[in-house]
């Protein structure tokens, strides 16, 4: 598994979306003062993108388009 650091401060949750869709396999490690989120791709069935899970929380956020 490939690590990209990202800003939190200048990164947008479709920044994360647009990376992932583009290099499935990579996740992005926001590293903050207070905290850390590393955000992995989630795929359906067919190998398609269709949602971001937060490693730390388990949370699952769904592509909005």
């Keep these: ?4 650091h990202f ?6 949750m479709m920044d994360i979306f647009d990376y992932l869709g583009k290099s499935p396999d990579m996740v ?8 850390t989120l590393t955000y992995e ?9 269709k949602a971001v899970r937060v490693q730390e929380t388990g949370e699952t956020i769904p592509l909005p388009y």
């Design 7 to 12: 800003n939190p401060k200048t990164t947008s």
């Design 1 to 4: 598994m490939n690590i990209k």
């Design 28 to 35: 992005v490690r926001l590293q903050g003062n207070e905290q």
């Design 41 to 49: 791709r989630v795929n359906d069935e067919r190998g398609f993108m």
